[in-house]
């Protein structure tokens, strides 16, 4: 496990991006982002593959005899059917959720094996996971700002629109069509990085044997926090909402945003300092 530690990160780095790009080929339809996320998945198949040869062929064992050596395979299992149903079917939300799931079984597996040794590197693997996980949702947080934003510029120029005020410097704003476009992408790359934020802290959690809790305020708050944004995308491709509408919508869920920041992280019994 020490001397596998850089690889492991790089594993876990490789894999994260893939996942964000499966999210954003399955929200936008990006060809681009499909073929990189592929790519980025296939490189994870393939470290994983030498682990499991290493233990198979060098150590002499196959790695389903234990629970945690399980889940190794359990995640090697789910990579590999991930590439075939993304080179064979392309059904990007099923391809999106099985790599969540073996995101999270590896992530699992890697912690619970630093935590059982013990050793300094592996020491220091789980408290990188706890840094990834704050580090992540801030810039989840960002992406949600910036987003916000952009929400708040187009509802600024759809009143100046409409009223035919403001024409003067109304052009620094922007194209309400672009404001509407930049705020929809933010939230796009917002949502996934949230998502993994979450998974991090839970594993954190789970291998530092911190106490943590499904009903505390600031677990409940971030879950609140995806999931308004979750809300957003699906308003936005499932029902159609665009404009005025769906930007107002945004910056409601901003508002939820900085209570869960601001006032929940006070009251939450689970502190990630």
Do not use: C
Request: aromatic share 20%.
């Amino acid at each position: 496990m020490d001397g596998a530690k850089w690889l492991y990160e790089i594993i876990l780095i490789i894999y994260g991006l893939s996942l964000v790009g499966y999210f954003i080929d399955f929200i936008q339809h990006n060809r681009r982002a499909n073929k990189t996320a592929f790519w980025l998945l296939s490189m994870v198949w393939l470290l994983q593959t030498v682990f499991l040869l290493q233990q198979v062929l060098i150590e002499k064992n196959f790695p389903v005899l234990t629970l945690y050596d399980g889940l190794s395979f359990y995640a090697w299992v789910l990579i590999s059917l991930s590439l075939l149903f993304s080179k064979f079917f392309r059904v990007q939300l099923m391809l999106f959720f099985i790599n969540l799931l073996g995101f999270f079984i590896l992530l699992l597996f890697i912690s619970t094996r630093a935590a059982e040794h013990m050793q300094a590197q592996g020491v220091e693997l789980v408290h990188e996971m706890l840094i990834a996980h704050i580090t992540l949702a801030f810039v989840a947080y960002g992406f949600f700002t910036v987003s916000f934003i952009f929400s708040l510029m187009y509802l600024i120029q759809y009143r100046f629109l409409k009223k035919k005020r403001g024409f003067r410097w109304v052009w620094r704003i922007g194209d309400l069509k672009q404001l509407d476009a930049f705020s929809f992408k933010a939230v796009t790359i917002g949502v996934p990085l949230l998502t993994i934020a979450i998974i991090l802290g839970v594993a954190w959690a789970y291998a530092a044997n911190a106490e943590f809790y499904w009903f505390d305020l600031k677990t409940i708050g971030s879950l609140l926090v995806l999931a308004v944004y979750g809300l957003y995308l699906l308003l936005r491709l499932g029902k159609g909402y665009q404009g005025k509408a769906i930007s107002v919508y945004n910056s409601a869920a901003f508002l939820i945003l900085l209570i869960n920041f601001f006032l929940f992280s006070n009251l939450s019994n689970f502190h990630l300092q």
